[in-house]
């Protein structure tokens, strides 16, 4: 038996599931209006396969390993996959042209107010369209989930936004000179190539926290973390543009600054909702990028993940396109009120024992 404490009745007890039912049936409520809005504009829904070669080849995110036992008996290693992306964009290389996908994925390492084990991810992808189209998508949106709920703005933890505004649309080096004084570019060459030392310099010069054993992508996330972030999505929606090329590993670069690539991230409140590429189909370049990730996942995790052949191989016919995936319970939260996560899951994961 297990006698572990609780500080709250299990989600599956009659009280704690009427105080969550309201925001359950919001969810419902809120993807019913999401695929007529896919529907209306000729997407087709497509359902992707859990199980992976690869879950992804990302320096920094969590795969769950498992493995599929052959008729010879034999074990080879699959993964939960960490986003639909691959097999998205395999799709996109058949022949498809707009596609939707609500998807079940999997993260390691990662389970707070803001984050699960499994959740829903809602991505999609334009096929010759720019990644501009996806900005206008997610805006209509998240607009869509707070006229569904019948709210007037969203809040988080005492910050606001007003889901029926027009978004700030904000570059990442004008959000680091706002919010930090930090000359971001000035560390970024233009083949994307990072120099560490301007970027400490600039943090030192800032009174932030600069280790010795600091990588460039590090001092990058300090920085995003704790002087950019607390002011994305205050008042309206905050598009942050034009990542660094090392910070976007599936983005294209831009063809007016090649020191930069063509992707944006979506706030509300304080809150990442949307993460989104005008994608690489350049498949070399792809692959020296996931090697480059997983010699760094090496170095800080000591572990590494396999690349998906098959992946690399439809990326060289897939057409120019651009996706986007949105943290579905996130926005669901925000437009339904809730404070966590686990609120607006029908059956959240078991929290394992201590």
Known sequence: MNDRRRSSAPWWTPSAHADRRPFLLGRNAIQSAFRAYF????????????????????????????????????????????SPEFACKKLLAAGERRI???????????????????????????????????MADAA?????????????????RGKNC?????????????AFRRHAGIDLLGSVEAG????????AAQLRKAGMRVADDDTWADLFSRVIVEKVEPHLGMGRLTILDE???????LARPSASDPR?????????????????????????????????????????????????????????????????ALGFDRLVMLATGAVRIDQVMWAPVAETAP
């Open 100 to 134: 939707s996908c609500f998807a079940h994925v999997y993260r390691n390492r990662e389970r707070g107010p803001l984050h699960h084990p499994e959740f829903t991810m809602l991505e999609w992808y334009r096929a010759g369209e720019g990644y501009e189209t996806l």
């Open 260 to 324: 930069v690539a063509e992707r944006f991230e979506l706030y509300a409140c304080g809150v990442e909702l949307a993460n989104a590429f005008g994608e690489l189909t350049d498949a070399g370049e792809q692959r020296r990028r996931f090697e480059a990730e997983m010699i760094e996942k090496q170095r800080v995790y000591g572990e590494t993940y396999p690349l998906d052949e098959d992946f690399l191989e439809a990326l060289a016919i897939m057409p120019e396109a651009s996706g986007i």
């Open 140 to 156: 209509a949106l998240v607009a869509l989930s707070g006229e569904t709920m019948k709210t007037r703005g969203f809040s988080y």
């Open 39 to 82: 529907a209306d504009r000729d997407f087709i829904e497509v359902d992707t396969a859990t199980l992976q070669i690869s879950p992804g080849n990302e320096a920094h995110l969590h795969a769950f390993a498992t493995e599929a036992i052959g008729h010879d008996g034999i074990a080879s290693p699959l993964y939960l996959h960490t």
């Open 243 to 249: 990542y660094p090329v090392a910070e976007a590993a």
């Open 192 to 199: 994307g190539a990072t120099s560490r030392d301007h970027l």
């Open 162 to 174: 007003d889901p029926f505004l027009e978004p700030e649309r904000l570059s990442v080096a004008e």
